[in-house]
C-alpha cells in the first residue's frame, strides 16, 4: 500500500471512529446516561478499538472531545475528560499483544482517575473524590469492561479487519 493510500486509509478509520463514538454518546445523553456522578457512555465500548487499529487512538480523542462539546461539557470536562480517553487509549494499544480482557483496563483507569476530579471542582457536585471514583469505575467497568470486551472479542471472532 502506498504512503498516500495508507494515510488516507488511518484518517478515514479515525473519522469513522470519531463519528461512531459522537453518536453513541449522543443516544447516550439522549438517555440521559452520558455525564454526572454515575456515567454509562456506550461509546465507552469503543475503547477497544486500539486493539485492532492505531486509527483508534486520534479517532476515540477527538470523538470524545466533540462529544463534550456538543453534550454542553465545562471546558474543563472537555479537555480533561478528552485527555483521560486519549491516555486510555494509548494504553489499550501498548497492550493489544496481551489478553482481550486486559484491553478495556487503561481505559478505566484514566477515567477513574481524572474524571472525578471534574465532577467535584468543575461541576462542583456534592460528594468525595473516593466516591466519584467508583461511581465513574462501575460505569467504565460496564461500557468499557463488558461491553468493550464483547465488542473485542466479536470482532475477532468474525474477523472484522480494520
Known amino acids: 500500500m502506498n504512503s498516500k493510500k495508507s494515510k488516507t486509509s488511518f484518517l478515514t478509520k479515525s473519522a469513522?471512529?470519531?463519528?461512531?463514538?459522537v453518536i453513541l454518546t449522543e443516544l447516550s445523553a439522549l438517555l440521559g446516561i452520558s455525564s454526572g456522578v454515575i456515567q454509562f457512555r456506550l461509546s465507552e465500548m469503543f475503547c477497544v478499538l486500539p486493539l485492532f487499529t492505531p486509527a483508534a487512538i486520534p479517532g476515540l480523542f477527538i470523538g470524545c472531545f466533540i462529544s463534550n462539546i456538543?453534550?454542553?461539557?465545562?471546558?474543563?470536562?472537555?479537555?480533561?475528560?478528552s485527555i483521560a480517553t486519549l491516555l486510555g487509549a494509548l494504553g489499550t494499544?501498548?497492550?493489544?499483544?496481551?489478553?482481550?480482557?486486559?484491553?478495556?483496563?487503561?481505559t478505566i483507569l484514566a477515567n477513574m482517575l481524572i474524571v472525578p476530579f471534574v465532577i467535584r471542582y468543575a461541576y462542583g457536585a456534592e460528594g468525595t473524590i473516593p466516591f466519584f471514583m467508583l461511581t465513574v469505575g462501575f460505569g467504565e467497568f460496564v461500557t468499557a469492561g463488558i461491553m468493550g470486551v464483547f465488542l473485542a472479542k466479536t470482532l475477532r471472532n468474525y474477523k472484522i479487519i480494520f
Open 16 to 21: 469513522m471512529i470519531a463519528a461512531l463514538y
Open 70 to 81: 456538543i453534550t454542553g461539557g465545562v471546558i474543563w470536562d472537555v479537555v480533561f475528560g
Open 93 to 106: 494499544w501498548l497492550l493489544r499483544k496481551k489478553s482481550v480482557y486486559l484491553a478495556p483496563v487503561p
